[in-house]
């Protein structure tokens, strides 16, 4: 039975998994990343994925963006759920439904700025909204830039073109992983607020996994994942709060490596990233 409130929820949700669980390898080897995870992305909203490392972030997302499969469960982008497409419609949907922001720039380099925001248009042979195209980039602020080459750009610059060329074709979603990792924290900034400004000005909906506490507290929302499972999250949280619970759930794992028999490396591997 659904009611009026879970109508609601399930309009606005841009992507979704139900029971995600996701294990790598098998016998001795088996690796659970995802251990039944009910998420929901909402529309029009910035989250911020976050977690100890090997929690299962990046196979959340990847599993999310259609770029891997789930062992059990269901992931949707809108209404549509993964597991029912074929190899060709999934090629389609992550081309024309759903942007990607990676850590590394991924720019063409012979290809200036403005070409590279339209190329994947231009692959797909669909017509850009010259409107939204001209809105984007009045938001990446990079009007004087765009006919130079990636070499002549920035760093933060080269990733405010590759947010913008996610943003051209103006996906239900758009999938960073790690997006200011390789950039100073100033650049860093400046593509981080360029997300939220997409955000709040363009309506986008934006799921970014991050380990940096500054960098989720862009967010509207940061989740948190330890284990293949989702402990938590918290609406608008400042850089600080994003820490102190991170320490918790970092504590929380190494209790739990401990009582699995860790080994003194391991061990020490959990103190030396509670130290970071
Ligand atoms: P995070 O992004 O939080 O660092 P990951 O999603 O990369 O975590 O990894 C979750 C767990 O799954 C880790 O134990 C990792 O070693 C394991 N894992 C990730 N990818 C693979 C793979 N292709 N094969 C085997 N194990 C994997």
């Not at 947010?163 to 860093?188: H, M, Y």
């Amino acid at each position: 039975m659904s009611d009026a409130s879970t109508l609601a929820t399930d309009i606005m949700a841009a992507a979704r998994a139900v029971g995600a669980v996701k294990i790598y390898g098998s016998g001795e080897t088996e690796v659970r990343a995802l251990a039944g995870v009910d998420i929901t992305f909402e529309q029009g909203k910035f989250t911020a994925i976050m977690g100890p490392s090997g929690s299962g972030k990046s196979t959340l997302m990847h599993c999310m963006a259609a770029l891997d499969n789930l062992t059990e469960g269901q992931a949707y982008i809108g209404d549509t759920d993964l597991s029912t497409l074929t190899d060709k419609e999934l090629t389609m949907l992550r081309r024309d439904r759903v942007g990607f922001i990676f850590q590394a720039f991924n720019l063409v380099p012979t290809l200036n700025a403005i070409e590279n925001i339209t190329l994947p248009m231009d692959l797909a042979k669909r017509q850009p909204d010259q409107e939204w195209v001209d809105n984007v980039i009045a938001t990446v602020g990079l009007s004087d830039r765009l006919t130079h080459r990636p070499n002549e750009l920035s760093g933060g610059q080269q990733q405010r073109v590759a947010v913008s060329r996610a943003l051209a074709s103006q996906p239900e979603i758009i999938f960073a992983d790690e997006p200011t990792g390789n950039l100073d924290s100033r650049s860093g900034n400046d593509v981080l607020k360029f997300m939220r400004d997409a955000v709040d000005d363009l309506g986008q909906t934006i799921v970014m996994v991050t380990h940096d506490a500054k960098a989720a507290s862009y967010a509207d929302r940061t989740v948190f994942l330890a284990d293949g499972l989702l402990q938590g999250e918290m609406l608008n949280p400042t850089a600080e709060q994003i820490l102190d619970y991170m320490k918790i759930l970092q504590v929380g794992q190494f209790v739990r490596a401990i009582q699995e028999g860790a080994t003194m490396e391991e061990v020490l591997e959990y103190m030396k990233d509670l130290d970071d």
